[in-house]
């Protein structure tokens, strides 16, 4: 998590590489407690706008998030944190995230849509916010 702006709004980091293994028995125990965790952190510290950094590089396809739990994620966050979203970045997205990005666009409101943004490299992110807030992995560094 950083800051940005003079109202120092906040910047969430999602790095997907930290994400469960899909194999694991508790697999979905996990994830949903995963998300509900995130969801109760994102309403005590956004008041204002806010960002979300996805860091999708150096995840294994099987510690991507599928698409039904993004689906619930989604449905689940209140009006207000989707209002107060101004951008969603995905840093090295994968074709997998592009192509689900892609089908499910039509499912999914333009307003959210039009947040979405795509990063190809860490440079590239360092040019459309302060770094110097945001925590990068050392892998995804690589």
């Not at 998300?35 to 510690?63: C, H, K, Q, W």
Request: glycine share 4%.
């Amino acid at each position: 998590t950083g800051y940005y702006g003079d109202g120092l709004n906040a910047i969430i980091v999602f790095a997907a590489c930290f994400l469960p293994d899909s194999s694991r028995t508790d697999y979905n125990y996990v994830m949903e407690n995963l998300f509900l965790y995130v969801i109760s952190t994102l309403e005590l510290m956004v008041a204002e706008d806010y960002m979300i950094v996805y860091l999708n590089g150096a995840t294994p396809r099987r510690r991507m998030p599928g698409l039904g739990w993004m689906k619930k994620c989604y449905q689940m966050i209140d009006r207000r944190l989707r209002k107060n979203l101004k951008s969603f970045i995905i840093v090295h997205p994968s074709w997998f995230i592009r192509t689900i990005l892609a089908v499910t666009r039509p499912f999914i409101s333009s307003k959210f849509s039009s947040k979405i943004q795509y990063v190809n490299t860490l440079a590239e992110l360092r040019e459309m916010i302060p770094m110097e807030y945001v925590d990068i992995p050392e892998s995804i560094v690589k």
